[in-house]
């Protein structure tokens, strides 16, 4: 069983800045693909931005330039640092995996935006 356990919510001020931390029950290089989504109450999860075993990162358009996606494989930990959070920003964020046609989530890390 594939565990993800998110980490690093918080409440921020606009303008702050905040790191996620995915870690992974197992070798990160045995998933093609693992991505951050977030979810605001009411609405679908959207994708944020996944890398792959091969190290590209791809991002959505509304974090592009503010959010970065890293990897750390000696921890099997994914990150998100987020940078100029914005209002909008706020949601629960999600880590994801797929493998043999499972899909797996995290519990998610709540992060709130707010002055």
């Known amino acids: 069983q594939v565990r993800l356990t998110e980490s690093g919510g918080d409440l921020v001020q606009p303008g702050g800045s905040l790191k996620l931390s995915c870690k992974v029950s197992?070798?990160?290089?045995?998933?093609?693909?693992l991505r951050w989504y977030r979810q605001v109450p009411g609405n679908e999860r959207d994708f944020v931005a996944s890398?792959?075993?091969?190290?590209?990162?791809r991002y959505a358009e509304s974090i592009q330039g503010r959010f970065t996606m890293s990897r750390d494989s000696a921890k099997n930990t994914v990150y998100l640092q987020m940078s100029s959070l914005k209002h909008e920003d706020t949601a629960v964020y999600y880590c994801?995996?797929?493998?043999?046609?499972?899909?797996?989530w995290g519990q998610g890390t709540r992060v709130t935006v707010s002055s």
């Open positions: 994801f995996t797929d493998i043999l046609s499972r899909e797996y």
């Open positions: 197992e070798n990160i290089f045995n998933f093609n693909t």
């Open positions: 890398i792959n075993v091969g190290g590209i990162i």
